[in-house]
């Protein structure tokens, strides 16, 4: 009769990508360019926040977007349209992206010269959550129509973002949406959450969030 | 849905083992998950079937140990699991909590033949 024997691994399957991450943030720091790791559901407006946030730093930023998608070039042509450089990633039907996935889009883009990249991942509030991207900040972005109990059904995204932004408060009247709620339940999840209150459709807000967005650049690249 | 990314993570570092350790055959891999963490466990075994298709994995088991929720309540200090309890603390009815374990996912053992 066959013998076996049991051999002890007791590997984390995330450590290659961990160890990732941190060398790709090395690298971002000694290149002076900080990185955005965007996440959101389908359709809460990744790309409407984006084009705002070029907006507000047109003369201050040399910026570019990654834009990652499972298909399709919709919002890179969006982008194109401001003086953002920009490229498409597609993920060939991964539902996230990873720190080599990343590494690859910023080597493949040139980013030596730019102090902000937006990295606007996959529209998805699972998956994206599970894998660092190598980027120095995580924001993620909800959206009114999307209700308030999402921190409470989808803890992990909420968990490792450092920004919120609730986006479309123009629409707040024709929906049972309740902030305080929605507050409440995302300081559960992560009590060092900064929230904001947005309207990329009307500018409400906006400031607020480039204002954040400035000072975390500004500490990274210094 | 990346249950087939995850297992082929999985393959490469058992393979990365054995290839270091002189093992021909791999009768089983015991992964360590965690009850929080986004996988279906009946997917994971289905891929794993295909993704060891030609490797020194080929004909093992997958086995998966399954790590229950818990988490501290931040008022009166209790462990409870979220799960069991629609996430409200069973000793004060707090639903704030710190996250202690369930997000696991570990390679924890493998079975190989004894030479």
């Known amino acids: ?222 | 849905m990346h249950e087939l990314g995850l297992i082929i993570d999985v393959v490469e570092k058992v393979e990365g083992y054995a290839e270091e350790n002189g093992v021909s055959s791999v009768k089983s891999v015991v992964l360590q998950v965690g009850e929080a963490f986004s996988v279906v466990p009946n997917l994971m075994k289905n891929v794993y079937r295909k993704a060891i298709s030609g490797t020194v994995l080929e004909g093992s088991e997958l086995e998966l140990e399954i790590i229950a929720a818990s988490v501290k309540c931040c008022m009166c200090g209790g462990d409870f699991n979220p799960f069991s309890t629609d996430a409200v603390c069973p000793n004060c009815g707090s639903d704030e909590y710190i996250p202690l374990h369930g997000k696991e996912f570990f390679i924890k053992e493998i079975k190989i033949q004894d030479s």
């Not at chain 1, 084009?51 to 910026?63: A, G, H, L, N, V």
């Not at chain 1, 707040?172 to 409440?184: A, G, I, Q, S, V």
């Open chain 1, 1 to 222: 009769m066959d013998s076996f024997k049991v051999i002890e691994i007791k590997q984390s399957v995330f450590e290659d990508n961990n160890r990732d991450a941190d060398r790709l943030r090395t690298e971002l720091k000694e290149k002076k360019t900080f990185l955005l790791n965007l996440m959101s559901s389908p359709g809460s407006g990744k790309t409407t926040i984006i084009m705002r946030t070029i907006e507000c730093f047109e003369k201050k930023y040399r910026m570019a977007v990654m834009e990652a998608d499972i298909d399709s070039d919709v919002d890179a042509r969006t982008i194109a349209q401001t003086n953002a450089k920009t490229i498409q990633l597609h993920t060939g039907g991964m539902c996230h992206l990873d720190a080599d996935m990343t590494r690859q889009g910023l080597n493949n883009m040139g980013y030596e010269e730019l102090d902000l990249v937006i990295l606007e991942n996959v529209g998805n509030l699972v998956c994206p959550a599970e894998f660092d991207t190598g980027a120095v900040k995580n924001a993620m972005i909800l959206s009114v129509p999307e209700g308030h109990d999402k921190p409470l059904k989808y803890p992990l995204v909420f968990e490792v973002c450092d920004a919120l932004i609730i986006n479309k408060i123009d629409v707040l009247p024709y929906f049972d949406f309740d902030m305080e709620k929605l507050e409440k339940y995302a300081y559960m999840r992560n009590p060092n959450l900064k929230i904001f209150p947005v309207s990329a459709k009307t500018g409400e807000g906006v400031k607020a969030w480039c204002q954040w967005l400035a000072e975390q650049t500004e500490l990274w690249v210094k």
